[in-house]
C-alpha cells in the first residue's frame, strides 16, 4: 500500500452546530471527534467549535454589529479560524428530517463571507475543502448532507469524492449515538465512510495545497466586472436549435 502524503502542513476547523452548549455531551462531537483523531495523527492541525457556546447573531453580513445587533462573536472569534483553515467540517444534528437551526445559521453566516477575496482575487473559499458529518436518531443522513455539500460548493470550497459521514441507528426513536449500547461508535458503515471523508478531505486538500490553490483563470469576478470574459462569447442571435 503506498505511503500516506504529508499531512502536517494543513489545517482544519471542524465546527459542531449542535443544540446543545458545552459541558452537554453532543453525539455530534462524538462522530467528529473520529475524524478529528485521524487528522491529529496525521499531523494536521485542528481546531473544534462548537457554535451554539458564542454569540453569533443570525444574518447574513459579516458583522452583524453593523447591522443592529448589539454583540456577534462571529467576525471576531469564528470566522478567523474558517477563513485560515485549509479544511472545513460542518458537523449538525438532524430535528425533524433536517439539518439544525445553528446549522443553518453557520451556513448563512459562511454566505455572509462568500464575497470576500482571497489573494488571488477569488472568492474567499477557493482552494479549500468542505466536509459534512450528520447524527441523529431520525431518517435524513443524505438530504442533510446535500444541502450543506451544495451550500459549501456554492461559496466556492471544492467538494472531494465521498465527502459525508453519519450515523442514525434505527429508525425512529431510539439511542443517539454516544448512548451507551447504541452501537454507534462500532458501526462499520459509519466508521468506513468517516474514515474516507477524512482521508478524502486530506488528500484534496493537499492536492489544492500544492497546486496552489483553483487557477485565477475564468474565475476573478473584479475582473469580470472590468470587462474580461476569458473567450465567452455571448450567444447567436438564434440560441434555440429548434428555430427555423
Known sequence: MAAAPEFSDLSAVYVNCTLKR??????????????IALMRQHGVAVEAVRLVDHDVATGVFPDMREHGWATDAWPDEIWPSIRDADIL???GPIWLGDNSSVT?????RLYAMSGERNAKGQYAFYGKVGGVVITGNEDGIKHCAMNLLYSLQHIGYTIPPAADAGWIG???PGPSYLDEGSGGPENDFTNRNTTFM?????HLARLLND???????GNVRDEWDSGERWGYRP???HPNPEYR
Open 235 to 237: 450567444t447567436p442571435d
Open 104 to 108: 443553518k445559521r453557520l451556513v448563512e
Open 170 to 172: 434505527e429508525a425512529g
Open 198 to 202: 477524512t482521508y478524502n478531505l486530506m
Open 211 to 217: 497546486a496552489g490553490g483553483i487557477p485565477a483563470i
Open 22 to 35: 458545552s459541558p452537554q455531551v453532543s453525539n455530534t462531537q462524538g462522530l467528529m471527534d473520529a475524524s
Open 89 to 91: 467540517v460542518i458537523g
